[in-house]
């Protein structure tokens, strides 16, 4: 089915009876014309350079509800159309992990590099994904997408009991980064991703729910893992503005000033 909106009839049955991986009644069939590897469905007929370039042409929200059945709502977007570019040959890769440790949250991991262009510096998002697991095949997933990727450093979010993921992945061999997030995180993904959003390209390789669930954010949105990766990988890799931050922190003192 051509999806639009979340709330529509598929996505009514999903939320209502539940689908067959989650013991519910329904068994969910999704086939989209590129799918997480960034793999053409059917490369014979639609070869992938053929699908980039109708989503080039569409934009992100007609070719994710037409194509990749998942809906993008129409609304007013804090994020427009990623652009989409393979990165050039020999850039240094830097991941940045945000763990979950069950329930509703999901693992995020964003991968890229930067690469200086005439004079403006460019960031390439190579690999991006979200999913949620038992805690062992985390380490696996995140091992093996590393070396995959031939991952120089990875930076873990450490505000919690994270520290012990950072821990058993140094294990693996693995050179790990420890990040403790403090800030408000709405600001943090509008200082770190929405900022330098214009000088960011996207992979084929990167997750399609991942970049949906960019484009879909908002302060209130259920999920919030795949952006939040993303602008930690944009600050690791030097972009955005710290500005924002500050600002908004001098407001809340002010605020609580003119309260009392």
Request: glycine share 6%; proline share 5%; aromatic share 10%.
């Amino acid at each position: 089915m051509q999806r639009w909106v979340t709330n529509d009839l598929a996505g009514y049955l999903i939320e209502t009876g539940g689908t067959t991986d989650s013991g519910g009644e329904w068994t969910l069939l999704s086939l989209p014309a590129i799918n997480s590897t960034g793999d053409p469905l059917w490369p014979e007929k639609f070869p992938i350079e053929l699908l980039l370039e109708q989503r080039e042409v569409m934009g992100e929200q007609y070719f994710s509800a037409m194509f990749q059945q998942i809906p993008v709502d129409i609304q007013d977007r804090i994020f427009q159309d990623p652009k989409y570019a393979e990165p050039p040959a020999g850039i240094k890769l830097h991941a940045y992990f945000d763990p979950a440790f069950g329930g509703s949250d999901f693992c995020s991991i964003a991968i890229g590099g930067t690469k200086q262009e005439n004079d403006d510096t460019l960031a390439y998002i190579v690999r991006g994904e979200i999913w949620k697991s038992h805690i062992d095949k985390m380490y696996d997933r995140v091992e093996k997408i590393c070396r995959d990727m031939n991952v120089t450093t990875i930076t873990i979010e450490t505000n919690q009991a994270q520290v012990l993921i950072a821990h058993e992945l140094r294990k693996r061999g693995l050179t790990v980064r420890e990040k403790n997030n403090t800030s408000n995180k709405h600001i943090r993904i509008m200082n770190f991703l929405k900022v330098p959003w214009s000088k960011i390209r996207f992979s084929k390789m990167v997750q399609q729910e991942f970049i949906n669930q960019i484009l879909s954010y908002n302060p209130v949105t259920g999920h919030d893992d795949a952006p939040d990766a993303s602008a930690g990988l944009m600050q690791v890799l030097g972009l955005g503005s710290p500005d924002l931050s500050k600002r908004f922190d001098y407001l809340k003192v002010l605020t609580r000033r003119i309260i009392w």
